[in-house]
């Protein structure tokens, strides 16, 4: 191995751990065959029954959060509202707006049902909030005139103290020292369980987050240093860590950075722990973060073994739903081996599955990184289980889990080896069935013990109340005496068909024979498939695409005209299914795609993999949507004719397509033109005509004739005008400026013969309103991807955020550190977040908004711009302005203005509004109906709750803008394709040849 200051090979890791998305049905039967053949699921079973039992007959303190959920389960609106108000309320700091949280919430529950005053949660509300419930607040009227009715304070202060009791089960203290003196309460009648803190430390998003983190972990060892009993790691306290907690960018694309700046924070804990001879556990994490924290974690392994040769306690979580879990046990088991040390190992079933669910559906990978069946998640923690008791001579076993099965066949194995051992539970969960495994035998146990203020605990508290809440949870269904002891023992040794959710594949109804196909994506975490796409931009050559001459375009389009009755009288299933291989087609070419759109367009690799997913997606949407749609329909009329609606082609259209998405937008233009039975000159941008090019001959090889499609590469105010004023044009999709969209309008309106419709998007100065029931650490995630990525260069990209004076301090402080961390560069590198400006142009118009606002507003922050960088690189900027008016047009850049508001929420989108033009708006609030309330003031296309709003998705978020933003309809929506058709009804008289047959013939009187 190299010098220990320097990071392991990136393919140490890599090369024995299998890629993270196979097939779950292998996989599961590959782990069954990895399990000791003398485990008997009867014998466990039988063992864990009488646990079971014992439970239901003398449960834990009502105030442990099964029996609460067991009557207000996550499923009913009692359920939820507890849940949305754990989350947010303790962090409100106004009054209004927690009253404003506490009443929208609660009116949407009843918490006056027979089991309430079982609960000192819901008793704590009872005497002030059922008069909040759905049957006190009418439909319609104001949250806060019932609160002024009930007693505002009073109703907020019992909901607080409500929350708070919740949150005490699961955080041991609100600091180091509570803690502890609750660890040594815990331990007056006896040597009582060991404890584990953690200091609830969530991903940072700056380097002063991380910083704070890293002096609260300090802080902690040298608490738990100071009380220290037992020998060694494995009978004393110890800690666990979050490596996203420690550095901002814990993620494989910066790993550079990583080794440099969260490697020395981590190993200057791992030297405090070392001296204090306590365990320092590496939490898990993320399933893109494996291989990066596998590495650390090596990197750690090598200098604490240099240093301090007889440490035993670094330790490893491994979570057992990922489906790589078995393989991770193998490589700590090669690492230990392979250096003569010992680790501890905590097991654990997993704690991110829902996001890893949705992250996998978003970025179309070919299966999920993690079982979507419960069970199997089951096995593979037994099979890991059983690995680490093979191998407790050089790993310290760890067992979190609190499903009663789990821990008897766990015993068992480790009887039969013979393995020293843990097992281990969250507090606040699990004490009922560890006080009966504990009864029944010689067993140690460890607690680990969440520490931390009431705003910190809230995101930990929230995924206990999802994991002790889902209906399949074996706490859930511990004490529901409905589920049988039998089912809920019964064996997890079986594989399940098929997938326990929808392949990302099948998002949209694809079964393999109809419905449409999600385009495959790629995970570029994933080191060998982010091969593949660096190799395509390395290799991928731009020529330059031959210009046409305005004396050109007559000839064009009178080859377009000509093609085009041919093209529209062919069977909408056939053109349908043109768009279907082309679609086919461009999948298979994706790294292609993508090389030759980082070197015109100079986008970074993720945007170019989801700019040639959508152009897939539009291909394939508006195919299907054709044939659902566009077919004749019959329409009622009196008897003895028949009307029918026909739906064609108009001729030739013109499609004029943009710089910033030269893919994506120019085949969603053209395919919904060609689709619908329209013959199509299309121009591009002039800076990115060569990926329109390749794909025009990737149309053509699909089966769309030469004269119905055309590329026409060329100026716009030459070419463009030419092509948008010639007769022969019967109808324009744009999308571009407004400017030029006002100018199209006008040539359009100029022009002798048929009125042509003209289908337009445009720019806008997009907005987000936060309030004070927002976690602030999603904002700025949401801020970040929305006003920076892509350069700013978005039509939808946030322009404007407006954050309620409450939080506006902290936020913009965030904000600042998150655009310190964003990294500005060559787009093919993958560690780059921010490319260069589409062009020089671009770049000094941007350079001259921002000299305006460095004399008129305050400089928030600018993300670092490299030495010697060359080209059109511009640093993203966030500036604070002094009002909503203040900002006249939409700079197309990453640049950011910020506002504070405070009042009535409504005031603020009224002033949004009056700036005349938006195509998106992003609501940051825990307050549902203040979210449906904004929304429908706001006057833009798209209006996006709780996430960033960008990266609309094809059938699922149609894109548009109103107004000045837009003519409609949406982009990738239902109602698209009929823009683009002339209708015709064919009304005929079948009574004309002698009378009504039928009707003669079925009703006629004798």
């Not at 039975?677 to 025009?696: L, Y």
């Not at 977040?833 to 004399?855: M, N, T, Y």
């Amino acid at each position: 191995m190299a010098d220990d200051n320097v990071e392991p090979p990136a393919c140490r890791t890599r090369d024995r751990l299998p890629h993270p998305c196979r097939d779950e049905q292998a996989v599961v039967r590959a782990l069954l065959g990895q399990l000791p053949s003398s485990l008997s699921w009867d014998s466990v079973a039988a063992r864990a029954a009488p646990w079971v039992a014992a439970v239901r007959t003398q449960p834990a303190p009502f105030w442990a959060l099964e029996s609460l959920l067991k009557d207000y389960p996550l499923s009913s609106a009692e359920g939820i509202a507890l849940m949305r108000l754990a989350e947010a309320l303790l962090r409100v700091p106004d009054a209004a707006t927690a009253m404003a949280l506490t009443a929208d919430q609660l009116r949407q529950a009843d918490f006056a049902g027979p089991a309430s005053s079982d609960h000192p949660v819901i008793a704590n509300l009872s005497s002030s909030v059922i008069g909040l419930s759905r049957r006190l607040l009418p439909e319609g009227e104001a949250p806060g005139g019932l609160l002024q009715r009930l007693g505002a304070q009073t109703v907020v202060a019992a909901t607080v103290r409500a929350v708070q009791l919740l949150g005490r089960q699961f955080v041991l203290g609100r600091d180091m020292p509570d803690a502890l003196a609750e660890a040594r309460r815990a331990r007056r009648s006896g040597p009582g369980p060991g404890f584990s803190y953690d200091m609830l430390g969530e991903g940072a998003r700056s380097d002063a987050d991380a910083l704070r983190y890293l002096a609260a972990y300090r802080q902690a060892l040298a608490h738990i240093a100071q009380h220290a009993q037992g020998n060694g790691p494995e009978e004393r306290d110890g800690m666990s860590i979050k490596l996203s907690a420690l550095f901002p960018r814990h993620e494989e694309a910066q790993r550079g950075r990583v080794m440099d700046v969260l490697l020395p924070r981590a190993m200057s804990l791992v030297e405090a722990a070392a001296d204090a001879d306590i365990h320092l556990t590496v939490d898990a994490e993320e399933s893109d973060r494996l291989e990066l924290s596998l590495d650390v974690f090596e990197a750690l392994a090598r200098r604490a073994h240099a240093a301090f040769p007889g440490w035993r306690g670094l330790g490893l979580a491994v979570q057992a739903y990922q489906s790589r879990s078995r393989e991770v046990v193998d490589e700590v088991v090669r690492l230990a081996r392979s250096r003569g040390q010992r680790f501890m190992v905590r097991l654990v079933k997993g704690a991110y599955w829902d996001g890893e669910i949705k992250r996998a559906q978003e970025l179309g990978l070919p299966a999920y990184p993690v079982f979507t069946h419960k069970h199997h998640t089951d096995i593979a923690y037994l099979a890991c289980a059983a690995r680490l008791i093979e191998h407790a001579d050089v790993v310290y076993p760890q067992f979190a889990t609190h499903n009663a099965g789990t821990i008897a066949a766990i015993q068992a194995m480790a009887r039969a080896g013979n393995a020293p051992h843990e097992l281990q539970r969250l507090h606040g969960m699990g004490e009922a069935i560890y006080r009966e495994v504990l009864q029944a035998g010689d067993a140690r146990v460890r607690v680990y013990a969440p520490v931390g203020e009431h705003r910190d605990l809230l995101a930990y508290l929230v995924r206990r109340l999802l994991e002790n809440g889902a209906n399949s949870s074996f706490v859930h269904q511990l004490t529901d005496d409905a589920v049988p002891v039998e089912q809920l023992l019964q064996s997890p040794l079986h594989v399940a068909e098929g997938s326990g959710v929808p392949l990302p594949a099948a998002l949209y109804g694809w079964d393999g024979r109809s419905g449409r196909r999600n385009a495959n994506g790629v995970d570029l975490a994933v080191r060998a498939d982010r091969a593949l796409y660096e190799q395509a931009v390395a290799e991928v050559r731009v020529g330059p695409v031959p210009e046409a001459r305005v004396q050109d375009v007559g000839k064009v389009m009178a080859h377009l005209h000509h093609g085009f009755a041919p093209w529209a009288a062919r069977p909408l299933a056939e053109r349908a299914s043109v768009l279907r291989r082309a679609a086919d087609a461009l999948e298979a070419r994706v790294p292609e795609f993508c090389g030759l759109l980082v070197r015109e367009a100079h986008k970074t690799l993720g945007d170019c993999v989801a700019e040639v997913r959508e152009a897939i997606d539009f291909c394939r949407y508006y195919a299907d949507l054709a044939e659902a749609s566009l077919a004749s329909q019959h329409l009622p009329g009196p008897t003895g004719e028949t009307n029918t609606l026909h739906l064609r082609g108009r001729g030739v259209f013109i499609c004029i397509s943009p710089w910033n998405f030269p893919l994506a937008i120019f085949a969603g233009q053209v395919a919904a033109a060609l689709v619908t039975g329209n013959a199509v000159a299309a121009k591009p941008a002039e800076q990115t005509p060569a990926v329109a090019a390749r794909f025009v001959t990737l149309l053509h090889a699909a089966g769309v004739p030469g004269d119905a499609l055309a590329l026409v590469h060329g100026a716009g105010d030459t070419v463009g005008a030419a092509l948008v004023a010639h007769p022969l044009a019967a109808g324009v999709c744009f999308t571009g400026s407004t400017a030029v969209a006002r100018s199209i309008n006008r040539a359009i309106a100029a022009k002798d013969g048929p009125i042509v419709p003209l289908i337009a998007e445009t720019g806008g100065i997009n907005a987000m309103v936060v309030d004070s029931t927002a976690l602030p650490e999603q904002v700025v995630d949401a801020v970040v991807q929305s006003a920076f990525r892509s350069a700013g260069q978005r039509c939808s990209a946030l322009r404007l955020l407006c954050v309620h004076e409450a939080i506006a301090e902290q936020v913009i402080d965030l904000i600042a550190g998150a655009l310190r961390e964003l990294v500005v560069g060559d787009p093919a590198c993958v560690a780059t977040d921010v490319g260069p400006l589409i062009d020089a142009q671009a770049h000094a118009s941007i350079s001259r908004e921002l000299e305006r606002l460095a004399l008129t507003a305050r400089t928030v922050a600018r993300a670092p711009l490299p030495a010697g960088l060359e080209g059109n690189f511009f640093a993203p900027a966030a500036f604070e302005i002094d009002g909503i008016e203040a900002l006249k047009e939409e700079v197309f850049g990453p640049v950011l203005h910020i506002v504070r508001w405070s009042g009535d929420p409504a005031d603020t989108i009224a002033r949004i509004n009056a700036l005349g033009y938006g195509l998106t708006l992003g609501l940051q609030t825990r307050i549902d109906s203040r979210a449906l309330r904004l929304a429908a003031l706001a006057r833009v296309g798209n209006v996006y709750v709780n996430r960033n709003m960008i990266g609309a998705v094809v059938g699922v978020q149609p894109f548009g803008g109103e107004g000045l933003s837009g003519t409609g309809p949406k982009a990738g929506g239902p109602h698209y394709l009929l823009r683009f058709c002339a209708e015709q009804t064919v009304t005929i008289n079948t009574a004309a040849a002698g009378g009504n047959a039928a009707l003669l013939s079925g009703a006629a009187p004798a």
